[in-house]
């Protein structure tokens, strides 16, 4: 296997094939969301339990038929939570669906007499037994926060429905009770109690079983995911972070994004020989690796055949962001996935930078105008800066961090001054105030990771909000005056998304189509950084590497895109926990670690 980069025109590798058929359990799981939607249709709302489309909807399998509003709404709610995963072909959910089609055959028949119900009912079990072997995906890893979560969602999700429950009746009601008598009636109903709502009638006895059987599945979840064996988030342990440092060792200088792959909030996996990895982070059911793999390229497709056997083993839906040419070339023929053009990293060539030249006068001036006003630059090795600074400029890059989660995935390592990050370099702005603030005349930081042993890739730009606006330029041309010291030849800057469309789109003669392109991604840059990344890179007149999108179908794009989202720190799901019960940063995790270092070092000393 040649390790050479392939031409132009093979960059993106479209497979012709034609469209996949439905498989097996996701027939399943579309039937079984259509019958859950079905059964809470015919436990809400009374007119539908009478709709000739409820006449035929009573055989579907699942469907407990009308003799209890109660029946037929726990038996939705648990087919759409059953819904998704067997469509992945989740083993538990195949054995939750056994469990309940058969009790739901037996309602058919004993409660309604229904041979056709029961017999349809047990149809849809047949797939499910001649193929169990489609559903043997392991579960997802997770945490009992996942119970918390569910808690809220399903609390408020049966909150929701049951409001549109009370409300469901409007001919039955006694009086005319407010929102606030229904949503106490709710609460109670979820407990078991009986409310300030009043029907006539047996309605009073649907509502009340029909409130109870959602609180009773809410409970029923929350305790199973509190009390179910634990699996932590993936992260890499010791020896995993050794092995991935010694293939760096020989191998980092291929990919920029090599040293990323050391986050610790990322799993990975080995080739057979050892010689290769790919780690990799599962969000939303993606698993979302970054960057080529490590290591010897001859090596690249066992790890590759790893890290697809793990996704197959789960169930999860396998991308790559950010690949070379050379990692899309080799993934797309070892796995059949495509590939498809993302964007453009920005790469500097120390040998070739200068700033003389009309191209680089903003820079220039911008430069100087900062420096005549009193700021300062060094570029150090973390390994030469002493502890007591080190912690400031940890502090003051989380101070200055402007939102409330760390963004950066594919090219961020998640953590500045470990010491065994000490080849890693950090370029600050310093300026002697008359008050001096916090962190003392620090005023900006940038911190780059090692790219083999004669570059380096940006990690981080932060700066005090108070600093003269230039702070990134400032240092970005003092790393690169400095980079010949430390024996730096090439210098990674920022990755900007969809460049080339930017660059064409903007060119007289562009087409409507390209124009039109263009303009979308001015508009979404008002949310994120599309146009000023790729216009802050252009000043410093670097070279352009393409980086790729590796995906399985057209159809999983919206889906990764999310997931990277996701992983980047731009969407955040996760529920607003008071900040002192908030999982720590992979930055304050490192602190931590380092004081504890030093504690220990202290200790030793003395």
Known sequence: MSGGVPSRSSRVRKLIRGPRPESVPALVGRACALVGLLDIAAGVFPRFRHSRMHTMAEVLPGAFGPFAAALSLSAGVLLLLLAHGLKRGKRRAWRAAVALLPAGAVA???????????LISLALLVPLLLHRDQFRALPDPRSRWRALANFVLMGAGSLLLGLVIVSAHPGRLIGDPSLADRITHVLYGLFGFEGPVDYQGN?????????????????????????????????????????????????????????????????????????????????????????????????????????????????????????????????????????????????????????????????????????????????????????????????????????????????ALGRVGDPADGDCLIATAHKADDEPGPYGDLKAILHFVPWGADGVSLDLMRRDRSADPGMNELLIVAALQAAPKFGIARVSLNFAMFRSALARGEKIGAGPVLRAWRGLLVFLSRWFQIESLYKFNAKFQPRWEPRFVVYRASGDLPRIGFAAMQAEGFVNLALPFPRFLRRRSPARVCAHQVAERVAERDVRAA
């Open 108 to 118: 058919q028949f004993t409660y309604r007499h229904s041979i056709a119900g029961a």
């Open 203 to 411: 309605t009073s006895w649907t509502v009340a079983f029909s409130l109870g059987a959602l609180g009773w599945i809410t409970a029923v979840t929350t305790v199973y995911l509190a009390f179910r064996p634990e699996h932590p988030a993936a992260h890499l342990t010791e020896e995993d972070e050794a092995r991935l440092r010694a293939l760096l060792e020989k191998h980092g200088g291929r990919d920029s994004l090599g040293h990323f792959a050391l986050r610790r909030d990322k799993a990975v996996v080995f080739s057979p020989s050892g010689k290769a990895a790919v780690t990799y982070r599962v969000v939303s059911g993606v698993m979302l690796a970054s960057g080529d793999p490590i290591g010897d390229v001859e090596a690249w497709p066992g790890a590759i055949e790893r890290f697809m056997d793990e996704a197959k083993a789960h169930s999860w839906t396998p991308a790559v962001m950010g690949c070379s040419e050379t990692g899309g070339e080799v993934w797309t023929r070892e796995t059949g996935l495509d590939a498809l053009e993302l964007g453009d990293e920005a790469v500097v060539d120390v040998a070739d930078f200068s700033l003389a030249g009309r191209a680089m006068r903003n820079v220039r001036q911008m430069v100087k105008r900062i420096e005549r006003a009193g700021y300062e630059t060094r570029v150090r090795r973390v390994r030469d800066l002493g502890e007591t600074e080190l912690e400031r400029i940890r502090r003051a890059a989380e101070d200055w961090r402007g939102t409330d989660t760390e963004r950066g995935f594919s090219m």
